[in-house]
């Protein structure tokens, strides 16, 4: 049976995977994602948002096994802490032993990480098949958007797509800590 709400999460997974940016909802505030190993994608993000590459991007996936090729080196101890905060607005630091470009990871060693807790972004991570970048749609200091209509203000009609809906009702961005240290860069 026909759903529009499937045709769209479809729609967005496959604009993502041809190497689009799209805005979506996330838990705080509505978010841009791309494919994290397009290149041109990732760049187009940061051009859009005029965000220094060097600072790095967040990764986000629909459940712990999209981030396996991340997390297969970490003891097990780490793997549960990561896995207990999962799904939700807990954003770890953790190796990525080159495994992700240079524009994902900017300058660290580390790159974040999360699972997502909301179900639309959930969802399009698991219909796309992997991870995608996840950064606050907005331009680099301006406050991030709660709504589309100040997505639409920030971008217009650059974007390559929108996957309508709800802001989560977290009340601030997602906690990033670093798994080894649980030192905290962003409360």
Same mark, same amino acid.
């Given at each position: 049976? &026909?759903?529009?709400?499937? &045709?769209?999460?479809?729609?967005?997974?496959?604009?993502?995977?041809?190497?689009?940016? $799209?805005?979506?909802? !996330?838990?705080?505030?509505?978010?841009?994602?791309?494919?994290? /190993? %397009?290149e041109?994608?990732v760049?187009?993000?940061?051009?859009?948002?005029?965000?220094?590459?060097?600072?790095?991007? $967040?990764?986000?996936?629909?459940?712990?096994?999209?981030?396996?090729?991340?997390?297969? @080196?970490?003891?097990? !101890?780490? *793997?549960?802490?990561?896995? #207990?905060?999962?799904?939700?607005?807990? !954003?770890?630091?953790?190796?990525?032993?080159?495994?992700?470009?240079?524009?994902?990871h900017?300058? &660290?060693?580390?790159? +974040?990480?999360?699972?997502?807790?909301?179900?639309?972004?959930?969802?399009?991570?698991?219909?796309?098949?992997?991870?995608?970048?996840?950064?606050? +749609?907005?331009? +680099?200091? %301006?406050?991030?958007?709660?709504?589309?209509?100040? #997505?639409?203000?920030? =971008?217009g009609? *650059?974007?390559?797509?929108?996957?309508?809906?709800?802001?989560? #009702?977290?009340?601030?961005?997602?906690? $990033?800590?670093?798994? =080894?240290? @649980?030192? #905290? /860069? *962003? +409360?």
């Open positions: 049976m &026909f759903s529009p709400a499937s &045709f769209r999460m479809r729609l967005c997974a496959n604009v993502v995977a041809g190497g689009g940016v $799209i805005a979506c909802p !996330t838990e705080a505030v509505w978010g841009l994602s791309c494919d994290p /190993f %397009s041109s994608a760049q187009r993000l940061l051009d859009l948002k005029d965000r220094p590459a060097h600072k790095g991007l $967040i990764l986000v996936a629909g459940d712990e096994s999209q981030l396996d090729f991340l997390l297969e @080196d970490l003891p097990q !101890t780490l *793997r549960r802490k990561l896995s #207990v905060s999962w799904p939700g607005p807990n !954003t770890w630091l953790v190796p990525h032993h080159g495994r992700v470009p240079a524009l994902v900017g300058r &660290f060693e580390s790159v +974040a990480v999360r699972v997502s807790g909301h179900p639309l972004v959930r969802e399009l991570c698991l219909e796309y098949g992997g991870p995608m970048v996840s950064s606050s +749609a907005n331009v +680099a200091g %301006s406050p991030a958007p709660k709504t589309l209509l100040a #997505v639409r203000k920030y =971008f009609n *650059r974007l390559d797509g929108v996957l309508p809906g709800q802001v989560g #009702v977290a009340g601030r961005p997602s906690t $990033i800590r670093d798994v =080894f240290s @649980d030192e #905290v /860069f *962003r +409360a």
